[in-house]
């Protein structure tokens, strides 16, 4: 019996040990590339941060994709210790792969137009853009989607791909910016009182830069009217209070100084047959 039980314990005792050698030596290699794919992914990240040029969220995709494939090839070669055929498993993976990629074709070209915009950056959260047909603050820009919110407090979702494939125009690029406005006054008016009147709102709006100094000038002869070109310049963040308070300002200037501020009219001249 003794002798029946020292054969069982030779015949099984390799194997055993075989197995036990796989099993330790599996959780060894798993426990290191568990490690190594964290340090990894944290590199990555941490690089973002030596540049304020460099999109965080862009770096914890790149970490988080470079992550998951050192951990793919530490279960390949985990599986390999058990003597798995893993090239069946790798060829599969591929396979599914391809499938999945025609499947979200349209949602790739929205990854691969989120990981542009996030290299080049042609706009941060924070900017008011135009962009899409659309405009507004940019409050959130992730991998596939742009995320803009209205002056009316809408919130705008709009796929990554529609912007980086158009125009983009980016409103707080700049610190200064010009705002455009159009005004006309009367042919029998002097331009120069005119201009007088537009120049002194100008220098009294407390958001209108002295420097560089506001651009007033005759810009077009129109059919009824003569036309100024008055472009003020301000801090980006007053844009909008300069493009929407002036106008009334100089309108009510220019009718306390009794300068005409025609409307589009048409001259009609009868003719009496009869005399």
């Avoid at 980006?236 to 009718?255: C, N, R, T, W």
Wanted: hydrophobic share 50%.
């Amino acid at each position: 019996m003794d002798s029946l039980d020292s054969i069982n314990l030779n015949q099984y005792l390799p194997t055993a040990i075989s197995w036990a050698g796989n099993i330790l030596l599996a959780i060894v290699i798993l426990l290191i590339g568990f490690w190594i794919a964290g340090k990894v992914n944290k590199l990555i990240i941490n690089m973002s941060k030596n540049s304020a040029h460099l999109d965080d969220t862009l770096f914890r995709f790149f970490g988080s994709m470079v992550r998951y494939v050192i951990l793919a090839f530490v279960i390949i070669a985990v599986l390999n210790r058990f003597g798995v055929q893993t090239a069946s498993i790798v060829a599969l993976l591929g396979a599914a792969g391809l499938a999945v990629g025609l499947a979200l074709q349209g949602t790739l070209s929205n990854l691969a137009a989120g990981v542009m915009l996030l290299i080049f950056r042609p706009y941060k959260v924070g900017d008011f853009i135009d962009a899409a047909g659309r405009f507004g603050n940019v409050t959130e820009i992730d991998m596939f989607t742009t995320i803009l919110q209205t002056f009316d407090n809408q919130q705008i979702i709009i796929p990554n791909s529609q912007i980086w494939g158009a125009q983009i125009i980016n409103h707080s690029h700049f610190d200064v910016r010009g705002v455009d406005m159009h005004f006309g006054i009367a042919y029998a008016e002097s331009t120069d009182a005119a201009r007088a009147v537009i120049n002194t709102v100008l220098a009294n709006h407390p958001n209108i830069l002295k420097e560089p100094a506001p651009f007033v000038e005759v810009e077009t002869l129109n059919d009824s009217s003569v036309d100024f070109l008055v472009r003020p310049f301000c801090k980006g963040e007053h844009y909008f209070d300069v493009l929407y308070s002036v106008p009334e300002q100089i309108k009510k200037a220019l009718d306390e100084n009794n300068i005409e501020i025609p409307f589009p009219h048409r001259k009609v001249i009868v003719v009496n047959e009869n005399a």
